[in-house]
Nanobody, 126 residues
Framework: QVQLVESGGGLVQAGGSLRLSCAAS????????MGWFRQRAGKEREFVAA????????TYADSVKGRFTISRDNAKNTVYLQMNSLRHEDTAVYYC???????????????????WGQGTQVTVSS
């Protein structure tokens, strides 16, 4: 089992940047594919980005491709989401999630992730 704690959210102006972090408990972090999801007000939770166990494979939602970068540091049990060129529509609660079963290319579906953090609010002012 793994516990996930997100940090780094906040208020930023449009065009600005933020870096989210997700710290995981336990000694088996490298055995989990990791993902970031977000939930905008009144909307369903949606996929943002994911990274494979070793960091070799990454995938992004079309809406953030070229602006967001996911990375991980297995020595620090942490996954990051660097968000650049932020837009008002990026305003959401951002969640990190861990997938203990997938090997290789990371999944994009919520049902593929079995551990979730509590979320961190990102607000982009226009």
């Amino acid at each position: 089992q793994v516990q996930l704690v997100e940090s780094g959210g906040g208020l930023v102006q449009a065009g600005g940047s933020l870096r989210l972090s997700c710290a995981a408990s336990g000694r088996t972090f490298s055995r989990y594919a990791m993902g970031w999801f977000r939930q905008r007000a009144g909307k369903e939770r949606e996929f943002v980005a994911a990274i494979s166990r070793s960091g070799t494979y990454k995938t992004y939602a079309d809406s953030v491709k070229g602006r967001f970068t996911i990375s991980r540091d297995n020595a620090k049990n942490t996954v990051y989401l660097q968000m650049n060129s932020l837009r008002h529509e990026d305003t959401a609660v951002y969640y990190c999630a861990a997938d203990s079963s997938r090997i290789g290319y990371p999944g994009t579906g919520m049902d593929q992730y079995n551990y979730w953090g509590q979320g961190t609010q990102v607000t982009v002012s226009s």
